[in-house]
């Protein structure tokens, strides 16, 4: 039974209503593309670096996270070193690339290198991808609602949505940003203060969590398991994560459209590769914290594992607390989903819609085009996550929502690597190396772990594409092209 009061209420209420008028008032001034899409390029290394945080942990760390070691142990963690490892090997290899030139989306690199049709695959691949994986990240949102009001998932869905769309649609990347650095904060201090209440209701305090826990096997952190069907090992962790982290961060236009805000390549780098530093930390907070429940719980069973720490905050925070975590729910939800429909928007806007309706350089054009590709998206990724509602049974979402991105991270990954590493491929070869890679992965998925997709994507799409070059060089003109960008 859920303990959500009047001043729970007040605090979650408040907080909404402020954070999306801030975010709002944050899109003043807008009279472009430009301003819209990237903030004039202008925007803080620091607040990039949280809102990167922000966007790739988001719901999924709050509720999934916890759940994922009240069921196992810390070894989830060991991913997060690879991902650490991996923001290193962006900031050398592509964030050159990307600053060598103006470019407006993470696709517009493959067309200087391979041509309009290579960019417009490539962002397709990561419209598909992105509008399934949010969709279950937004739905992982919806379960603490629905426990506090009693609402069916959709009409949980349906509101989170409306209300994040609404400072989306008006304040443009900028809002977003500044948003998820707030948002972050936000949620991390609801870490914090459930570790507090753990120590308050549980006798002995984290001394006995810790204690028990151990006994039992669960602060376990490295498994050197050679498997490659188990998907949390120290190699598919470092080897891994790293290499899932060069497509996550180094391809999909959520991240590197905020790379592009700031002002210059070093300030991107520091954003980069400072996001990784917190983001180890922050996943190291969350599964402590799933240890902790799974102390308080005795390991009872819950319908999804997602449930678990959502139960905690309803049933057992004290008045107002309850409030302030639900707040850092919706924080953690709004951050990853005002982030996927911008940089959805932004992809449709430059990638697709300027090309064709021969509005490459109107910037007006641009922000009142990139206008309605919000509301589309945020109509689309609330379709999605109420389509995953059956779906969701015995499930965690963070492996669901992971494991889609990983399908189609390693065909990405391969593909930018033909574009910086290589001369003879032309455009054929790299879309017929990424379909490849994405084919592999797809026929081969039940025999490895999640975390060995992106490897094993790009390894295929680097070497088809490589070996297509031979039947599909690149044209003469694209290579001038290149020159001259």
């Given at each position: 039974?859920s ?8 605090v ?5 209503v ?115 994986a ?32 609404v ?49 039992a ?31 996550s ?14 002002k ?33 719980y005795?390991?009872r ?51 697709f ?86 084919v ?13 997709y ?16 031979f ?15």
């Open positions: 039974m303990h959500f009061g009047l001043l729970d209420l007040t979650l209420v408040a907080y909404l402020g954070v999306t008028a801030w975010g709002a008032w944050l899109g003043r001034g807008q009279r472009g593309g430009t301003d819209y899409f990237l903030g004039s390029r202008s925007l803080p290394w620091a607040a990039v670096m949280l809102s990167i945080v922000a966007t790739e942990t988001s719901t999924l760390t709050f509720l999934s996270v916890p759940g994922v070691s009240y069921v196992g142990t810390l070894v989830f963690l060991q991913l997060t070193f690879g991902y650490f490892l991996g923001r290193v090997l962006v900031s050398l290899v592509f964030l050159p690339a990307y600053y060598r030139g103006e470019l407006s989306t993470a696709y517009a690199l493959l067309e200087a290198r391979f041509g309009l049709g290579a960019r417009r695959f490539t962002s397709a691949v990561f419209m598909v991808t992105r509008l399934l949010d969709s279950v990240r937004l739905f992982a949102t919806a379960i603490p609602l629905a426990l506090i009001t009693g609402w069916p998932y959709p009409v949980s869905i349906a509101v989170i949505g409306a209300l994040t769309v400072y989306t649609y008006f304040g443009g990347i900028r809002a977003v940003v500044w948003v998820d650095a707030l948002q972050m904060g936000l949620y991390l201090l609801g870490a914090v203060v459930a570790a507090v209440a753990l120590q308050i209701l549980v006798p002995g305090g984290w001394g006995e969590i810790l204690g028990s826990a151990a006994e096997g669960k602060l376990r952190v490295l498994d050197l398991t050679l498997d490659l069907r188990t998907p949390y090992t120290i190699w598919a962790g470092v080897m891994g994560g790293a290499v899932f982290t060069m497509a961060h180094g391809t999909d236009q959520l991240i590197v459209q905020r790379l592009l805000t700031c210059s390549r070093g300030a991107a780098q520091k954003a980069l590769v400072g996001s990784g530093a917190a983001v180890v930390a922050q996943f190291l907070v969350f599964l402590l914290v799933g240890v902790g429940l799974w102390h308080f005795a390991g069973p819950f319908g999804s594992n997602d449930e678990v720490f959502a139960t905690f905050i309803v049933q057992q925070l004290p008045a107002g607390l309850t409030g302030l975590l639900i707040a850092g729910v919706f924080a953690a939800a709004m951050s990853s989903l005002s982030s996927s429909i911008n940089s959805l928007a932004s992809a449709t806007a430059y990638d819609w300027a090309p064709l309706a021969g509005a490459r350089h109107d910037e007006a054009r641009i922000l009142r085009a990139g206008k309605v590709f919000t509301l589309l998206w945020a109509a689309l990724l609330i379709g999605g996550a109420v389509l995953f509602i059956p779906l969701s049974e015995g499930t965690s979402a963070v492996e669901v929502a992971l494991g889609i991105a990983a399908v189609v991270y390693g065909g990405l990954l391969g593909a930018f690597l033909l574009g910086v590493a290589t001369r003879r491929p032309g455009q054929g070869a790299a879309i017929a190396g990424m379909a490849a890679g994405i592999a992965v797809v026929a081969l998925r039940d025999g490895v772990a999640w975390p060995w992106v490897p094993l994507g790009a390894t295929v799409t680097f070497a088809v594409g490589w070996l297509a070059g039947v599909w060089p690149r044209r003469p003109q694209a290579a001038a092209r290149e020159g001259t960008s």
